[in-house]
C-alpha cells in the first residue's frame, strides 16, 4: 500500500492555533478569555457568513 503525501495537515493547523490562543490567552481571568474570544469572534471574516439567515443551527440536544 503506497503512503500519501498530505499537502495539508488540518489537525496539526488545529493545534496549533489552539496553541496560539493558549499564550496569548494565558493569564486572563475566565471574563477576559471571554471577551477576547467574543472581539476575535466579531473582528472574524467570516462574522457575517456564520450570522447569514440561512446558516441554521440546531438547539443543544436537538434530534433535527
Known sequence: ???????????????????????????MSPAARLAFIKRQVDESPF???AKDDDCVTPKTGSIN
Open 1 to 27: 500500500m503506497k503512503k500519501i503525501k498530505k499537502g495539508f495537515d488540518s489537525v496539526l493547523m488545529k493545534r496549533s492555533i489552539q496553541e496560539q490562543l493558549a499564550k496569548e490567552m494565558k493569564g
Open 47 to 49: 462574522f457575517n457568513v
